[in-house]
T-cell receptor, first 117, second 115 residues
C-alpha cells in the first residue's frame, strides 16, 4: 500500500522557536496533502489542505501565519509552527491523497508529537 | 453537507468475542465511507473503504463493514476480537468541498479488549 513518511515523530522545543515537520509520500505522487491536529482523546481536526505548487487553504480559525505550509513537490509538504508556544503542543498528523485519485483515499503519516516548553 | 456519527465512544469486549462498532452517516448522495484504526501515538491505518461497489466490504485483519442505505449505516464488525485490536477507530465520510475531497471524521470509538 501507499506509504507516507512523517518526520520527526517527536520534537521538544523552547517557547518562541520554530519547528518544521515534513510529510513525504514515498511511493506515489500526492497532488493534495492535508494537515491535521489531534488533541488528547479527540478526533482529528483538519488544519489545512495543501496542493502542490499553490498556497494552502486553511480551515476557519487556523492562523496561517502561525502554521506555515509549503507543498513544493508532489511528494513533499512541510508544516512549520512559527514562534511556538505551549498551547501549540499537540499531535500533528499529515495525510496524502494519491493523484489521480478516483477513490479519494488519504494515506496518513505516523504523526508528530510536539511539546513546547 | 455530509457527516458521520459514531454511536459509542467506548466499547469493551472479551478476547475471542465479536466486535461491533457503529457508524451512521448523513449524505445527500452516494457517499464514500472509510474505517480507520489508530493505535496510541500512531497515525491512522486504513481498514476498509466503501465506494458504491459491493455493500459488504472486507478489510484487513478480519474486519468487515456493511453499507446499508436504508439505515444510513456503515457498522464495523469482526467475528473474534484479538488483544491487538485494542485501539481507536474512526468512521470517515469523504465530502467534496471547493473541488477537493476532504474527510469528515466521526468522534471515534475506543475499543478495549479484555483478556
Amino acid at each position: 500500500g501507499a506509504v507516507v513518511s512523517q518526520h520527526p515523530s517527536r520534537v521538544i522545543c523552547k517557547s518562541g522557536t520554530s519547528v518544521k515537520i515534513e510529510c513525504r509520500s514515498l511511493d506515489f505522487q500526492a497532488t493534495t496533502m492535508f494537515w491535521y491536529r489531534q488533541f488528547p482523546k479527540k478526533s482529528l481536526m483538519l488544519m489545512a489542505t495543501s496542493n502542490e505548487g499553490s498556497k494552502a487553504t486553511y480551515e476557519q480559525g487556523v492562523e496561517k501565519d502561525k502554521f506555515l505550509i509549503n507543498h513544493a513537490s508532489l511528494t513533499l509538504s512541510t508544516l512549520t509552527v512559527t514562534s511556538a508556544h505551549p498551547e501549540d503542543s499537540s499531535f500533528y498528523i499529515c495525510s496524502a491523497q494519491a493523484s489521480p485519485s478516483g477513490l479519494n483515499i488519504q494515506y496518513f503519516g505516523a504523526g508528530t508529537r510536539l511539546s513546547v516548553l | 453537507a455530509q457527516s458521520v456519527t459514531q454511536l459509542d465512544s467506548h466499547v469493551s469486549v472479551s478476547e475471542g468475542t465479536p466486535v461491533l462498532l457503529r457508524c451512521n452517516y448523513s449524505s445527500s448522495y452516494s457517499p464514500s465511507l472509510f474505517w480507520y484504526v489508530q493505535h496510541p501515538n500512531k497515525g491512522l491505518q486504513l481498514l476498509l473503504k466503501y465506494t458504491s461497489a459491493a455493500t459488504l466490504v472486507k478489510g484487513i485483519n478480519g474486519f468487515e463493514a456493511e453499507f446499508k442505505k436504508s439505515e444510513t449505516s456503515f457498522h464495523l464488525t469482526k467475528p473474534s476480537a484479538h488483544m491487538s485490536d485494542a485501539a481507536e477507530y474512526f468512521c470517515v465520510v469523504s465530502d467534496r468541498v471547493s473541488g477537493t475531497y476532504k474527510y469528515i471524521f466521526g468522534t471515534g470509538t475506543r475499543l478495549k479488549v479484555l483478556a
